[in-house]
């Protein structure tokens, strides 16, 4: 079954800090992986998409990885401000379908 | 920046009623999307559409869902008889490519919050 697994569910961090979040899927066969931001209560806002071939790729602060062949992503988030507090969602496609198939998330909080 | 608008922000309707949900996909864009989230859930695909016609559904989009391109520029989501399980926010999207394999850029709108009483 195609799944997309993130961890940590929630993470509380200072402003100014770094993180990295994560993320597992078992999508086949494989197209991309997205990363979105969704604020609460508004629309998913795109961040990167990677196909099979990219290994990173970035937007201003945030980096995402890929490693195709152990079906994991990440997503760093370099100089935390206030603004970045939101989910962040790991969506992955499949080759052979219109449907994007979302994680559930985590959600980041910047404190001062 | 053009941007997917939906209407209406929030409705509120009884449990059998008839629901149509209103998007104005960006405007040079080909293929269109419903996806939903229910509270606390992940975002769920509902049905993509192209030229004119559903191309893709899930097993969430039987057959109390229908959706329509009436003018050339709103893309409509109709919910029959409306449950209490269809209470979700409903997001409609919109891309130039088909959005999936081509890695094309997917535009969400801000959402319709719908709920069923």
């Known amino acids: 079954k195609n799944q997309v697994e993130q961890s940590p569910q929630s993470l509380i961090i200072l402003e100014g800090k770094n993180c990295t979040l994560q993320c597992n899927y078992t999508v086949s066969p494989f197209s991309n992986l997205r990363w979105y931001k969704q604020d609460t209560g508004r629309g998913p806002v795109s961040l990167t998409i990677?196909?099979?071939?990219?290994n990173t790729k970035s937007n201003g602060r945030y980096t995402a990885t890929l490693d195709a062949d152990t079906k994991q992503s990440s997503l760093h988030i370099t100089a935390s401000q206030l603004s970045d507090s939101a989910s962040y969602i790991c969506v992955v496609s499949a080759d052979n379908t219109d449907k994007l198939i979302f994680g559930t998330g985590t959600r980041l909080q910047v404190f001062p | 920046e053009p941007e997917v608008t939906q209407t209406p922000s929030h409705q509120v309707t009884q449990m059998g009623q008839e629901v149509i949900l209103r998007c104005v996909p960006i405007?040079?864009?080909?293929?269109f999307y419903w996806y939903r989230q229910i509270l606390g859930q992940k975002v769920e695909f509902l049905v993509s559409?192209?030229?004119?016609?559903?191309?893709?559904k899930s097993e969430i989009f039987d057959d109390q869902f229908s959706v329509e391109r009436p003018d050339g520029s709103n893309f409509t989501l109709k919910i029959r008889s409306t449950k209490l399980e269809d209470s979700a926010m409903y997001f409609c999207?919109?891309?130039?490519?088909?959005?999936?394999?081509?890695?094309?850029?997917?535009?969400f709108g801000e959402g319709s919050r719908l709920t069923v009483l």
């Open positions: 559409f192209y030229n004119n016609e559903i191309s893709e």
């Open positions: 990677m196909t099979f071939s990219e």
């Open positions: 999207a919109s891309s130039y490519f088909t959005g999936t394999a081509n890695t094309g850029e997917l535009f």
């Open positions: 405007s040079n864009h080909l293929y």
